[in-house]
């Protein structure tokens, strides 16, 4: 999964940091696209050293680590031009090598998003201000303190004997399919998330439903639940016809396309076409 760059090192514990220093990492985004370093045909995150001369450095803000090696966000309103930079859409870092670094691009553009929908207090409407201590976003007035929001949401691979049930979501391109998913809502625990979404999109009742992992999924500020159940084929699958549009039962080597492994959707496929759920 995209989230899995060992044996690189990813940390987000929070540093108290005073200023950028030349071989620390700079993520600058600009129009939903983020600069990078040209590295051969791959990409690396660019240096202060690289980009100095290019951005404003007034205000930056402390994201988190790699390697070991700081990275910082830099909120210069210019774009940057220099030898082998070039801005990559992050729609694009999906796939892009290496892992690492797109791992921490759409991770940094999360927390750049959370903090640029979050200039004013949703409490009494006064400008917020980044905390220095911890990463939060405190009110000038109220004293209103925000942390970063993450949406929990349940994925659930859905099984019976040999076959799997794939769905078509209204958004996807023409035979694309993955796996029922939602957001959890107010009092229900995981478990009844799963049951009400499954019930609700394809209108089947599932049961066994096992816990499998878990994945940040920072393209949608979510935590995706992974989970697998059984359901009785002989019930009618029954799209509601809004966010689903085709959903029905797959065999092992007749699967339409599909998610990739770099999320859990495209793993517990791959798992269940290897024969392991």
């Given at each position: 999964?995209?989230?899995?760059?060992?044996?690189?090192?990813?940390?987000?514990?929070?540093?108290?940091?005073?200023?950028?220093?030349?071989?620390?990492?700079?993520?600058?985004?600009?129009?939903?696209?983020?600069?990078?370093?040209?590295?051969?045909?791959?990409?690396?995150?660019?240096?202060?050293?690289?980009?100095?001369?290019?951005?404003?450095?007034?205000?930056?803000?402390?994201?988190?680590?790699?390697?070991?090696?700081?990275?910082?966000?830099?909120?210069?309103?210019?774009?940057?031009?220099?030898?082998?930079?070039?801005?990559?859409?992050?729609?694009?870092?999906?796939?892009?090598?290496?892992?690492?670094?797109?791992?921490?691009?759409?991770?940094?553009?999360?927390?750049?998003?959370?903090?640029?929908?979050?200039?004013?207090?949703?409490?009494?409407?006064?400008?917020?201000?980044?905390?220095?201590?911890?990463?939060?976003?405190?009110?000038?007035?109220?004293?209103?303190?925000?942390?970063?929001?993450?949406?929990?949401?349940?994925?659930?691979?859905?099984?019976c004997n040999n076959k799997i049930l794939l769905a078509h979501n209204s958004n996807f391109r023409n035979n694309w399919y993955s796996l029922v998913a939602g957001y959890v809502d107010v009092g229900e625990s995981l478990e009844e998330a799963v049951a009400r979404e499954v019930k609700e999109e394809v209108g089947l009742d599932v049961r066994n439903i096992r816990y499998f992992k878990s994945q940040p999924w920072p393209f949608s500020g979510s935590m995706m639940i992974g989970f697998t159940a059984e359901a009785d084929e002989t019930q009618p699958v029954c799209p509601d016809n809004k966010e689903i549009t085709s959903a029905q039962w797959f065999t092992r080597g007749n699967l339409p396309n599909h998610p990739p492994t770099i999320s859990i959707a495209g793993e517990l496929i791959e798992l269940f076409e290897q024969g392991k759920i």
């Open positions: 999964m995209i989230n899995e760059i060992f044996p690189h090192r990813f940390s987000n514990q929070f540093v108290v940091v005073s200023d950028v220093l030349d071989d620390d990492y700079v993520l600058h985004y600009q129009n939903g696209a983020l600069l990078l370093k040209c590295n051969g045909d791959g990409y690396e995150l660019p240096r202060k050293s690289d980009v100095y001369s290019s951005l404003n450095f007034s205000r930056k803000t402390f994201m988190f680590s790699l390697n070991d090696v700081r990275c910082f966000l830099v909120w210069s309103d210019t774009p940057c031009s220099g030898f082998n930079l070039s801005y990559v859409e992050v729609s694009l870092l999906r796939t892009l090598q290496p892992q690492e670094v797109a791992w921490v691009g759409v991770v940094g553009h999360q927390l750049m998003e959370w903090y640029s929908q979050n200039r004013f207090c949703g409490k009494c409407g006064a400008p917020t201000h980044e905390k220095a201590d911890e990463r939060a976003i405190a009110c000038t007035s109220c004293s209103n303190v925000l942390y970063p929001k993450i949406s929990p949401a349940i994925i659930v691979a859905i099984v």
